[in-house]
């Protein structure tokens, strides 16, 4: 999942920002260590496959995707999976190599409906470890948390799902429909694993839909209760753009009229004071409904007054002076980078502005480009787009799937209200809508927003979440499937 603490700081995802918000209200309580209980044999089995499966290095450059995949193939074959059910890929990740992990747990004969694919990815973000407190791919549990990279993103999820899986088949389960885990190498870096595997999918598969154990979850407040489930049902556009002014330049001693560096500054003041056109969805619109009933404050009252009507001027101001939720509200194009210039006596033969946008769903690369331009309201400046673009429609929260997941829900915490949301990032989820399959992720984890570290330094889960998740995509999977 891909989450982080500082809403739109980087190039992933962002799923957990409107949890901080959510749980603004609470005041913060000591975490209890959780005393170690026995455990039952499949929370034995969980925890020794979380435990493993971190030890793998699989950071960009560790080249240790395709250890972590043989150790995950074993596990399935000892289950009783065969070799025609479990389909290991190697991809060149821009020269990574990395691998694709795709395991289908057969329908019984018979069996008509379409099958459901489930999504997690087995790679992480690198960390070091003289930056960290303990050893980060030695899974340590202390003062009620495990400790360690990927404990959140995304091992969590690939522990949850294996685990899950195993549990059925040791039950002799036969679903009525083919379950098949989709596992990508490359989440993190060039999504090379994730691109072809939903391309497999669509090509061979064909699912009904798509559920991602890489974002959603449960929000608690810092004293631990629960506020709401979150269901990322849309992603926005990530698109980056170099905005360049050339110049002839010249010596700096003969300053003249025309100058890149100013150019350009002034062209970057217009970008900072133009605001794309306000936009509303179904989708965002109840997720404001249902966040402004649990939202304190004016930013609450704001938040239900847009809800009601998306033309609400105050309401909208409100929205977007905070950086929470400008992002649900529109378009946002921010300037990320600047270079310019070559020597400290010459005047600026070029000056360039790197600017990142995060695309609301449906408004696409081109008209964000137009719309910019517009702003400027010049067209000396150069624009070049300069990341690969995959744009991704809003995907419904089916009643089949929400029906699922509220029954799941109601044996942990009945009657929590569910939430779909957008998310500002991407997952490998965006690479499946694009393709037109209807892809929401809900993490079966539980987390404050004290707990997020994902991407950064002592990344930790509450060891409580990690076992109280684990029967989540049990029932779910047994209630779509039986
Ligand atoms: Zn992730």
């Not at 509450?462 to 684990?470: C, R, T």
Request: hydrophobic fraction near 40%; charged fraction near 20%.
């Amino acid at each position: 999942m891909v989450l982080k603490v500082i809403p739109g700081a980087g190039r992933r995802g962002s799923g957990r920002l409107v949890l901080a918000l959510l749980a603004g209200a609470f005041v913060a309580q000591p975490v209890l260590a959780q005393p170690s209980a026995a455990l039952t044999p499949h929370q034995q089995l969980a925890r020794d496959i979380y435990r493993d499966v971190i030890a793998f290095r699989t950071a960009r450059g560790q080249q240790q995707v395709p250890a972590m995949v043989a150790y995950l193939v074993d596990r399935f074959k000892k289950a009783g999976f065969s070799d025609e059910d479990i389909q290991v890929t190697d991809y060149d990740s821009e020269g990574e190599k990395t691998q694709g992990l795709m395991v289908t747990y057969r329908a019984k004969p018979g069996s008509t409906d379409k099958p459901i694919v489930l999504l997690g990815h087995m790679d992480v973000v690198d960390a070091l470890a003289k930056d960290w407190v303990r050893p980060p791919f030695t899974l340590t549990e202390e003062d009620g948390y495990f400790f360690g990279r990927g404990t959140d993103d995304n091992k969590y999820g690939i522990t949850n799902l294996t685990a899950t899986f195993l549990r059925l088949k040791a039950e002799g389960w036969q679903p009525s429909r083919d379950l098949v885990l989709v596992f990508s190498g490359d989440e993190e870096t060039g999504m090379v694993s994730t691109v072809a595997q939903a391309r497999y999918v669509a090509e061979n598969i064909d699912p009904a839909f798509v559920l991602n154990s890489d974002a959603g979850g449960i929000a608690l407040a810092e004293d631990g209760t629960p506020v709401a489930f979150r269901v990322q049902s849309a992603e926005k556009t990530f698109a980056t753009y170099e905005m360049t002014v050339t110049n002839p330049g010249g010596h700096s001693s003969r300053p003249r009229s025309d100058n890149a560096i100013y150019e350009l500054a002034e062209a970057l003041g217009k970008i900072a004071a133009y605001q794309f056109p306000v936009r509303a969805t179904d989708l965002t619109r109840s997720y404001f409904a249902t966040a402004g009933k649990l939202t304190p404050g004016d930013l609450g009252q704001a938040m239900l007054r847009f809800a009601e009507d998306p033309s609400d001027a105050e309401a909208i101001a409100t929205l977007q002076a905070d950086p929470e939720t400008v992002g649900t509200l529109g378009t946002t194009c921010v300037a990320t980078m600047l270079s310019a210039g070559h020597a400290e006596n010459a005047l600026p033969q070029s000056a360039t502005a790197t600017v990142n946008c995060r695309i609301f769903p449906g408004e696409g690369a081109a008209a964000t480009e137009a719309k910019l331009k517009e702003a400027l309201g010049n067209d000396t400046i150069s624009f070049k787009l300069v990341t690969d673009v995959t744009e991704s429609p809003a995907s419904r929260l089916r009643d089949d799937v929400k029906a699922a997941l509220r029954n799941s829900l109601d044996k942990r915490y009945p009657g929590l209200t569910i939430l779909p949301y957008m998310e500002s990032g991407g997952t490998d989820g965006m690479h499946y809508r694009t393709l037109g399959y209807d892809t929401v992720a809900l993490s079966g984890a539980a987390l404050k927003a004290s707990d997020m570290f994902a991407h950064g330094l002592n990344e930790r889960l509450p060891v409580d979440s990690f076992y109280g998740g684990l029967d989540h995509w049990y029932w779910i999977l047994k209630d779509l499937a039986e």
